[in-house]
């Protein structure tokens, strides 16, 4: 799975359903030594970690891959390491990168592709492991008011979230810091003030800053930001009822959210967490699959 605007309505709802399959205590073994491997490029805890648990879950065989240890430090292309990982057997790689739409150089690849994150482009299984969240709280996601804030214009959670939410049938606004905020995103959804959109939404998303991916630096003192564009408790209790927080991760408490509500009654944020092995057994399923590969389910 490279981008979800490749993959059909019918596929997500399908990939959505089994998710939850599986959090309900699906078990699904693969047949056969399949193996996989996870080429991290940028540093990660939630998503590496989860992919890695829901392949072995799926009874994968996970290729112990360091990428900062490859042959590509030696000037292999991305290319030629996906094509060496084909010819040692290796079914599914699993990859994030820096670069934004890396993939277009792996046209030729034969093995499964599945897109952990590309620069400020997409994060497919974010965005999936986040509707099931959501879909778990509301039963649906149609007719839903979604917030995103923060640093949308460096956040492919925000391009790959607010696009799916969209197509499911949500309404979806942005905040946050004005030149964070990329003109193109109107697209997918509508720019409010902070203040405004805390009263409406349903669904209240926080983003960290992104440092890592701006040209400048930005020295924002973390109580300043907290006050002027973050969640404190006094939005947090101008939120309607019922409505929910949730965060993407890695959180910097005290910054976009005050620390006490990251495990406040409405944060979802370790839930998401948790449906992100879920999430991604369902995604490396569908793709595999489709390559012709074969599941033997069962039930706890």
């Known amino acids: 799975m490279i981008k979800l605007a490749r993959v059909s309505t019918e596929s997500i709802e399908k990939i959505l359903q089994e998710a939850q399959q599986f959090a309900d205590g699906k078990v699904s073994k693969i047949k056969g030594d399949v193996f ?73 690849a ?41 640093d949308v214009k460096h956040s492919r959670v925000a391009n790959s979230g607010a696009g799916l939410f969209r197509r499911m049938g949500a309404k979806v606004y942005f905040s946050g810091p004005e030149f964070w905020f990329d003109e193109g995103m109107l697209v997918n959804g509508t720019y409010m003030q902070f203040d405004d959109l805390v009263k409406e939404v349903d669904v209240l998303m926080l983003l960290r800053i992104q440092h890592e991916r701006h040209e400048r630096t930005f020295n924002f003192k973390s109580e300043d930001y907290l006050k002027k564009f973050g969640l404190t408790k006094e939005r947090e209790a101008k939120m309607k009822p ?59």
Do not use: W
Request: with cysteine.
């Open 36 to 108: 996989a491997a996870n080429l991290f490029f940028e540093n990660s805890t939630r998503t590496k970690t989860s992919f890695e648990v829901a392949e072995k879950k799926l009874g994968l065989q996970v290729i112990d891959f360091e990428a900062d240890k490859s042959s590509i430090a030696k000037g292999e292309t991305m290319l030629d390491t996906i094509k060496t990982l084909e010819a040692i057997g290796v079914e599914v790689a699993v990859i994030r990168h820096s670069e934004k739409r890396y993939y277009d150089q792996l046209q030729d």
């Open 110 to 150: 034969k093995l499964s592709i599945v897109n952990a994150g590309d620069g400020v482009g997409s994060h497919p299984s974010q965005a999936l492991l986040d509707a099931l969240t959501i879909i778990q709280e509301f039963g649906k996601i149609e007719g839903l008011k979604i917030g995103i804030v923060g």
């Open 242 to 300: 019922g409505a929910i927080i949730m965060h993407p991760a890695p959180i910097n408490r005290g910054v976009e959210i005050d620390s006490e509500l990251v495990e406040c009654e409405r944060s979802r944020i370790f839930k998401q967490m948790q449906n992100g092995v879920f999430a991604r057994m369902a995604i490396l399923k569908f793709d595999l699959e489709n390559k012709g590969f074969e599941f033997v389910d069962s039930q706890n």
